[in-house]
């Protein structure tokens, strides 16, 4: 079996692509990958180290709104379907997989317009531009959340799978975890992260907690700042007196390289709301509080967090709104409620879907036979 894969510009794409090829190659081992990404696109860094084999065409995404540059765009669109056919013509895959970003429009079209059966993987609850254009011949769409599927036309193409889980999320275990990051497995662990690159509003505003628990003998702090947020970080605590050293549970880290063992020895989380981030939360059955990156297309990440409210699994501060003095109120408020965090982390459990990847593989495997 032939499976072409495609997604990129951001790890929110390539991961879960990435993702659904392990469990391709672990369900058949003679699977036949081929990965197609941009030049320029991070896709083009992290591909190629994964072992998986990559091809690249030219494309770009198109603004969303009407101007001249859109034109420019359109041509380089062109040139990228052109590139795609003769890709799939001379590797001849049974199923064509999308996971998002601009770059796969070309790719699914090409396919479809071959006879190749498609599938669109979709992460988030409000849909991106490409696969919602995709999903009009993609022949499945399996989808991260159930509330996605209101944005798509046809809806009997859409299967809600889960987004797809990496296997280590789910086989880290606590006391590794405990263990990595030098953490006391009788305290209960608060787990911050904004994301790789850190989040500046989510970082300063932890100031007041470490502030507040430092000392504290129930509580700790796994407080991953990202690369260019460490510093900073470090320095506003010596302004105020903080001594992380002789704190006794407080860690600090600008990145987690193993990123399973913090989940797996966390009891509460303070994230962003990028899809990927909350279905490995859920997995793992870790209640949070979220604040969503105000930036983010369509505004998703809220989208993205007011389901996993509305579900009970998460408390939402918008970023807006986000103050240490607000954060402090919230986490002090659900650590005295020890029957209100264990409800709202059976809520997370209960959203995950740790199978995902497996259930996504599967399908495609099965249109794959029906091409």
């Known amino acids: 079996m032939r499976v072409m894969v495609s997604g990129g510009g951001t790890g929110g794409h390539i991961y879960p692509a990435i993702t659904i090829i392990e469990r391709l190659r672990a369900q058949d081992p003679s699977v036949e990958i081929l990965y197609v990404g941009t030049k320029k696109g991070l896709e083009s860094d992290i591909i190629p180290k994964e072992n998986i084999p990559f091809e690249t065409i030219e494309v770009a995404g198109f603004q969303r709104k009407l101007t001249l540059a859109n034109l420019a765009i ?3 669109a062109a040139k990228g379907v052109w590139q795609a056919l003769s890709l799939v013509r001379k590797f001849r895959p049974d199923v064509v997989i999308g996971t998002g970003g601009y770059v ?3 790719v699914l079209l090409a396919a479809g317009l071959l006879g190749i059966p498609t599938m669109i993987q979709e992460q988030n609850v409000v849909p991106g531009m490409t696969n919602k254009i995709a999903s ?11 509330e996605a599927g209101k944005y798509f036309p046809d809806r009997e193409k859409i299967v809600a799978t889960g987004n797809p889980i990496r296997a280590a999320v789910m086989s880290a275990r606590r006391e590794d975890g405990l263990a990595e990051f030098g953490l006391d497995g009788n305290k209960k662990t608060i787990l911050v992260s904004g994301g790789s690159r850190g989040a500046r509003s989510i970082n300063t505003a932890l100031i007041a907690l470490h502030e507040k628990f430092r000392h504290r003998d129930d509580v700790q702090i796994l407080h991953i700042t990202g690369q260019n947020e460490y510093n900073r970080v470090i320095d506003s605590l010596k302004e105020k007196g903080i001594d992380i050293g002789s704190a006794g549970n407080i ?6 390289y193993h990123m399973p063992n913090a989940l797996a020895a966390a009891d509460l989380a303070i994230f962003r709301a990028g899809a990927l981030g909350l279905a490995e939360l859920a997995a793992r059955g870790i ?12 505004n998703h990440q809220e989208y993205n967090a007011r389901i996993v409210e509305k579900h009970g699994a998460a408390v939402v501060i918008k970023d807006s709104e986000l103050t ?3 954060l402090l109120a919230k986490v002090e408020a659900l650590l005295a409620e020890p029957n209100t965090l264990a409800k709202m982390a059976a809520a997370s459990l209960e959203l995950g879907r740790a199978e995902a990847a497996d259930d996504i593989a599967r399908l495609a495997r099965t249109l794959a036979k029906q091409g």
Not at 136 to 146: H, S
Request: proline share 13%.
């Open 104 to 106: 796969c429009g070309p």
């Open 324 to 326: 240490g003095e607000l």
């Open 74 to 76: 359109a041509g380089r």
């Open 251 to 256: 860690k600090i880290v600008p990145y987690a």
């Open 136 to 146: 009009r011949f993609a022949a499945k769409i399996a989808v991260g959340y159930e």
């Open 287 to 298: 209640p949070s509080v979220l604040v969503p990156y105000p930036y983010a297309t369509a």
